[in-house]
């Protein structure tokens, strides 16, 4: 479509500030960013729509203009809501580089222009493609019976003969086409591997769609000739089996930081090369990709009432308060968690903490939804599962509660809970990939409980279970409650009296030395354990030199008679301050 095009369609709030001379160019997709540099995400032709939030300066403007003119955007569209109107700046600055320029009224949301540009560039484009897009987005939006991605799938499959999947971060099958010639599914092994290497390349800036080349009869567990409805007797002699390629395309929100949804995002695996498309094809599957991430924001609104659910029991839990305030939340919960069981069942807690080395994005969102995933069976198909997991998030660790349906119930599966080493198994190799080397998952499990009474040291359990796991090297870690001391596991359960003992034994001493010489050691020894005794972390969490930590931690080691190097001891200590 071209630029002019834009202004004939008052329902998009847009009014032209400058660059009347350049609206013939021709947009070939839309970007929403308030990165301040966001070169990498641009390829050419985009309508920009900005925010402004990047703009903390007169000059900043200069310097995204000329970005954004060097990558050959199309134009450039800027909201007033941040500041109230377009600042003359920026007006001036796309007058110097040709770049034409649009405001957006408060009231005309991005979304909305986004839609309008997909569906406008793939009808004027891509001809019959567009209405393969036309058609996907009206089912997409049609309401709760309106298909879902498998109903985009089965159009991509039958409109354009491309046979794809939706795939979670850590290889689940999200969704699949539904057709009856659609062939064998991909098998778990193989989308496993297609999870890590797209994890891979986004983390190494590399721009989508991602291929990968799969060795003959690993596509789908069958010989990829089957796969394509080749039987072996039709090939010709001598011809060998034929390598299967596969095409990555990301489903996020374009601009977000990467380390913020990366471990998060649901993919497009489609087996086709890419390299080999035209640019129409590209741009009608990058359609396809944003109404999926539609689809996404959906379910995600869904999950709000479990989300809440769970930080309400967990908030009762960590405040102390009495088991018959907690039992009523969990007999609110059940029903929503597990509809149609009459008894209240076990629980289950799991606590994750995704932590970056440099400190600088919170973990606890991006935990919180790969909890979600994560707690899942693998060989489940679809999102529905996820339904009956309740994860809340505080900064950066997320704790899931996880309901477990009560043994002897007829027809029930046994309550013997989940199993660190399965969790770990079921994603260890994709996250791995996509932690890079600047990020690490560590995940506690604490023993099945039966009552309110037990979720307090469920959590506490966890908890430890999670501090083990992240003494342990590997950037995806996992324990559980199995692996704890004995003293860790009963000391939540201890009478007051002990536990007062307990806490003075180890802290008093380092209260006594602060009172007298104000050396901070108590602080010093929160935060040191509060980083998993990363000295790095610590030191420029409480912004001091590596040496003076070192020389407190001594001093802490000294009074006490501990070694904070060992497992035991930062387990005792740590649970001495959270008694005390």
């Given amino acids: 479509m071209r630029l002019r095009a834009l202004l004939d369609t008052h329902t998009l709030g847009l009014r032209l500030l400058g660059g009347e001379e350049e609206l013939d160019r021709t947009v070939r997709g839309v970007m ?44 450039l569209a800027a909201g007033e809501a941040e500041l109230g109107s377009v600042p003359d700046d920026l007006v001036q600055a796309c007058l110097r580089h040709r770049l034409p320029l649009f405001s957006v009224v408060e009231d005309v949301s ?8 997909v569906r406008q560039v793939s009808s004027e484009r891509a001809g019959d493609l567009a209405a393969v897009v036309d058609r996907h987005r009206r089912l997409m939006t049609s309401g709760p019976t309106g298909g879902g991605p498998e109903v985009v799938l089965d159009l991509l499959g039958s409109d354009l003969d491309l046979r794809a999947w939706v795939l979670s971060p850590t290889g689940r099958q999200i969704a699949g086409s539904t057709l009856a010639d659609a062939g064998p599914e991909l098998s778990g092994e193989l989308a496993a591997r297609l999870a890590g290497e797209h994890l891979a390349a986004a983390r190494s800036g590399r721009r989508g769609p991602h291929r990968v080349t799969v060795e003959p009869g690993a596509a789908t567990g069958t010989a990829a ?22 095409s990555l395309f990301p489903i996020r929100h374009e601009g977000r930081d990467l380390r913020r949804t990366l471990l998060s995002d649901w993919l497009l695996a489609v087996e086709a090369d890419a390299g080999d498309w ?52 969990l007999r609110v919960a059940a029903p929503v968690l597990l509809p149609g069981l009459g008894a209240a069942p076990h629980w289950q807690i799991v606590v994750a903490r995704v932590e970056w080395e440099d400190g600088d994005v919170p973990g606890g969102p991006v935990a919180q939804s790969l909890l979600e995933e994560m707690l899942v069976d693998p060989g489940t198909f679809g999102p529905e599962p996820s339904d009956r997991i309740a994860v809340a998030h505080t900064g950066d660790e997320a704790v ?97 009296d002990v536990r007062r003992a307990f806490t003075a034994r180890l802290l008093d001493p380092l209260r006594e030395y602060d009172r007298k010489h104000r050396a901070e050691l108590i602080p010093t020894l929160e935060a040191f354990l509060d980083c998993d005794g990363s000295w790095t972390r610590c030191a420029s969490r409480l912004h001091l030199h590596v040496n003076t930590l070192r020389y407190r931690v001594g001093r802490i080691e000294q009074l006490t008679g501990r070694d904070l190097s060992r497992l035991e001891d930062k387990l005792d200590f740590f649970l001495a301050l959270r008694m005390s």
């Fill in 400 to 496: 899931a509660l996880v309901p477990l349906p009560v043994p002897d119930e007829p027809g029930a599966p046994s309550a013997a809970g989940l199993h660190a080493t399965e969790l770990l198994s079921a994603v260890q190799g994709p996250l791995g990939r996509g932690l890079a080397d600047d990020g690490r998952l560590t995940v506690g499990v604490s023993a099945a409980v039966h009552s309110a009474e037990g979720l307090r040291g469920a959590l506490e359990e966890a908890r430890h279970a999670r501090r083990v796991a992240a003494a342990r090297p590997g950037r995806v870690c996992a324990a559980g409650h199995e692996e704890l001391a004995s003293h860790v596991l009963l000391l939540p359960f201890v009478p007051d």
């Fill in 110 to 117: 991005f979304a909305s222009i986004t839609e309008h540009v």
């Fill in 278 to 329: 035209s640019e129409e094809r590209l741009d009608l599957l990058h359609g396809v990709t944003q109404l999926i991430v539609v689809e996404r924001d959906r379910r995600d609104a869904a999950r709000t009432v479990r989300r809440r659910l769970a930080q309400e029991v967990l908030e009762l839990v960590q405040t102390g308060a009495p088991p018959a305030e907690i039992a009523a939340r």
């Fill in 32 to 75: 929403t960013t308030d990165l301040r540099d966001p070169s990498r995400y641009l390829s050419g032709g985009e309508l920009v729509l900005t925010g402004l939030a990047w703009r903390r300066e007169p000059e900043d403007s200069e310097r995204f203009v000329r970005i954004l003119a060097t990558a050959g955007v199309a134009g």
């Fill in 225 to 246: 000739d089957e796969a394509r409805g080749k039987p072996e007797e039709a090939r010709r002699p001598g011809e060998g089996p034929a390598s299967s390629t596969f």
